[in-house]
């Protein structure tokens, strides 16, 4: 019991008064229960419509009419330009593909044939591949976590900048090269 009352005299002393507004305490059969209640608003659930949203970061909150139809602007871009660089790396690995020569029956082991003419081209196009990869996938990260914001417009223009972006940049001959894509990001 005496940790316990020192644990609380400890708490209601705490120099941050923002970090603990409201502390109950309850004890019972010489055991002390803290609970600590925040005042700081807890974010959506479940999905919701209104003008007032925070989009990733604390600092891009809006609040008017204007603002908001401003972030789901940029939402949209932002989810077609995902697909943009999505198809700018397909096309990259099919002009890659047909610059390569076709395997021979002998095995070959990649990282030990760097000394190979073409093989530094092959790096190149390997490295410009995955920096697009990267770039792609973090975009997609970000989108999925602003869709987590649940927030019904910002959800529909991501949704609708996907489409826009997949009509225009995705749909042009990739099904016919029989493009085997292992992708990864959880957007699209």
């Known amino acids: 019991m005496v940790v316990g009352n020192f644990l609380?005299?400890?708490?209601?002393?705490?120099?941050?008064?923002?970090?603990?507004?409201?502390?109950?305490?309850?004890?019972?059969?010489?055991?002390?229960?803290v609970r600590y209640f925040s005042s700081a608003k807890m974010m959506h659930m479940t999905f919701y419509w209104g003008k007032k949203v925070t989009i990733l970061i604390d600092s891009w909150k809006t609040d008017s009419w204007t603002s908001y139809f401003l972030s789901l602007l940029a939402c949209l871009v932002a989810?077609?330009?995902?697909?943009?660089?999505?198809?700018?790396?397909?096309?990259?690995?099919?002009?890659?593909?047909?610059?390569?020569?076709?395997?021979?029956?002998?095995?070959?082991?990649?990282?030990?044939?760097w000394g190979v003419a073409g093989d530094k081209e092959k790096l190149g196009v390997k490295f410009a591949e995955a920096v697009l990869f990267g770039v792609n996938s973090a975009i997609g990260y970000l989108l999925m976590l602003a869709v987590m914001s649940f927030n019904g417009g910002v959800f529909l223009a991501i949704a609708v900048g996907l489409t826009i972006g997949y009509f225009f940049f995705r749909n042009e001959g990739e099904n016919d090269a029989l493009v085997v894509d292992n992708n990864s990001c959880a957007c699209a």
Do not use: H, M
């Open 79 to 113: 989810a077609a330009l995902y697909q943009y660089l999505e198809n700018r790396r397909i096309r990259l690995k099919l002009l890659a593909g047909g610059r390569r020569p076709s395997p021979a029956p002998e095995i070959r082991a990649p990282l030990l044939r």
């Open 8 to 33: 609380i005299r400890r708490l209601q002393n705490n120099k941050n008064p923002r970090k603990f507004q409201n502390i109950a305490f309850s004890s019972s059969r010489g055991s002390v229960s």
